[in-house]
């Protein structure tokens, strides 16, 4: 596995790969690296013949500073990971290095971010497509992996590669999640014992609202009941609960036949903002 500390190098490596034919997938990532990250490198390895992971914790994405601060950094247990997964490329660029100067770009991705993460992280989703922008820019991929769990990233990434042209294709993949149901998170390494234990109930709400979804309980008596249920616990603290039309990520106030619902949420568990979500299919 070569390891790619510049963009110079990032951009030789992919253009010499596409100039032989190599099919060049792209894995970005903050690292701190688990097995839904693991997961997006088998799917580009499946697919491609270079596959390229980035690890690098971007700053212009955080609307938290303490976030950023505590945000879980382990560049060798991270590299040592990703050779035997099939990682052909590491880039792991420096903040000078992807920022050489003050960044003043601004992105509007309309409805789409006015809501959930969009809403309660101002500038957030600036910040990732900037990022993702300058990754699809140097990488030049002709595939790239992310995360359902960030679901609405993914909608927002698509719009940025329709809307900039990127000739890629974006692929999603499932939410790795522990044998408890906790959604895999780096974020995950920062929860003490007490609030580890109760994290596994964001996704037991999660899936008991989507229980009543398939029923046909109306979307705010369904976020009214998962409000209800997370009151009670003294260790978490619920950000939003929101029931939304898969695609557009509008909330609802009822279904429309043939259209799939996501449910997200983000709660504060010990200082700890973890996020999650359960698509339900029409
Ligand atoms: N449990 C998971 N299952 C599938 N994909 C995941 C999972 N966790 C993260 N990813 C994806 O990995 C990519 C990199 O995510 P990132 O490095 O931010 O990790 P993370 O675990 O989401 O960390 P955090 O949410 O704490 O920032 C994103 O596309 C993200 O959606
Ligand atoms: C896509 C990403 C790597 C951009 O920094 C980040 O938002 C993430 O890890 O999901
Ligand atoms: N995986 C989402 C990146 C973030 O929380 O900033």
Same mark, same amino acid.
């Given at each position: 596995?070569?390891?790619?500390? *510049? @963009?110079?190098?990032?951009?030789?490596?992919?253009?010499?790969?596409?100039?032989? $034919?190599?099919?060049?997938?792209?894995?970005?990532?903050?690292?701190?690296?688990?097995?839904?990250?693991?997961?997006?490198?088998?799917?580009?390895? !499946?697919?491609?013949?270079?596959v390229?992971?980035?690890i690098?914790v971007?700053?212009?994405?955080?609307?938290?500073?303490?976030?950023?601060?505590?945000?879980?950094?382990?560049?060798? @247990?991270?590299?040592? &990971?990703?050779?035997?997964?099939?990682?052909? #490329?590491?880039?792991?660029?420096?903040?000078?290095? &992807?920022?050489?100067?003050? *960044? /003043?770009?601004?992105?509007?991705?309309?409805?789409?971010?006015?809501? &959930?993460? +969009? !809403?309660?992280?101002? +500038?957030?989703?600036? $910040?990732?497509?900037?990022?993702?922008?300058?990754?699809?820019?140097?990488?030049?991929?002709?595939? #790239?992996?992310? +995360?359902?769990?960030?679901?609405?990233? /993914?909608?927002?990434?698509?719009?940025?590669?329709?809307?900039?042209?990127?000739?890629?294709?974006? /692929? !999603?993949?499932?939410?790795?999640?522990?044998?408890?149901?906790?959604? &895999?998170?780096?974020?995950?390494?920062?929860?003490?014992p007490?609030a580890?234990?109760?994290?596994?109930?964001l996704?037991?709400?999660?899936?008991a #609202?989507?229980?009543?979804v398939?029923?046909?309980?109306?979307?705010?008596?369904?976020? #009214?009941?998962?409000?209800?249920?997370?009151?009670?616990?003294?260790?978490?603290?619920?950000?939003?609960v929101?029931? !939304?039309?898969?695609?557009?990520?509008?909330p609802?106030?009822?279904?429309?036949?043939?259209?799939?619902?996501?449910?997200?949420?983000a709660?504060?568990?010990?200082?700890?903002?973890?996020?999650?979500?359960?698509?339900?299919?029409?």
């Open positions: 596995m070569q390891i790619l500390p *510049t @963009a110079a190098r990032l951009q030789a490596y992919t253009e010499q790969a596409r100039q032989i $034919g190599k099919r060049v997938g792209l894995v970005p990532t903050m690292g701190a690296l688990h097995d839904g990250h693991l997961q997006l490198v088998q799917a580009a390895r !499946a697919a491609c013949d270079e390229i992971v980035s690098f971007n700053p212009t994405q955080f609307n938290n500073a303490e976030d950023f601060r505590l945000y879980p950094r382990v560049p060798d @247990a991270d590299a040592a &990971m990703l050779g035997p997964a099939g990682c052909t #490329a590491l880039f792991v660029p420096s903040v000078e290095e &992807m920022y050489p100067q003050p *960044t /003043v770009l601004r992105f509007d991705f309309g409805a789409l971010e006015r809501v &959930m993460e +969009g !809403a309660h992280r101002p +500038g957030h989703f600036n $910040g990732v497509a900037t990022v993702v922008s300058k990754l699809f820019h140097l990488a030049r991929p002709h595939h #790239a992996y992310f +995360g359902q769990k960030d679901w609405q990233q /993914v909608a927002i990434i698509r719009q940025l590669a329709a809307d900039l042209s990127f000739d890629l294709e974006i /692929v !999603a993949c499932p939410t790795i999640r522990e044998a408890d149901g906790l959604a &895999m998170s780096s974020r995950n390494r920062r929860l003490d007490a580890r234990a109760a994290a596994p109930r996704h037991q709400v999660l899936a #609202a989507a229980g009543q398939r029923q046909g309980v109306a979307p705010a008596q369904v976020r #009214a009941a998962a409000e209800e249920s997370l009151r009670p616990d003294p260790l978490i603290t619920l950000e939003y929101e029931v !939304a039309d898969a695609q557009t990520l509008q609802l106030s009822e279904y429309m036949p043939g259209r799939a619902v996501v449910l997200c949420l709660a504060h568990l010990g200082g700890v903002r973890l996020i999650d979500n359960v698509v339900v299919e029409d």
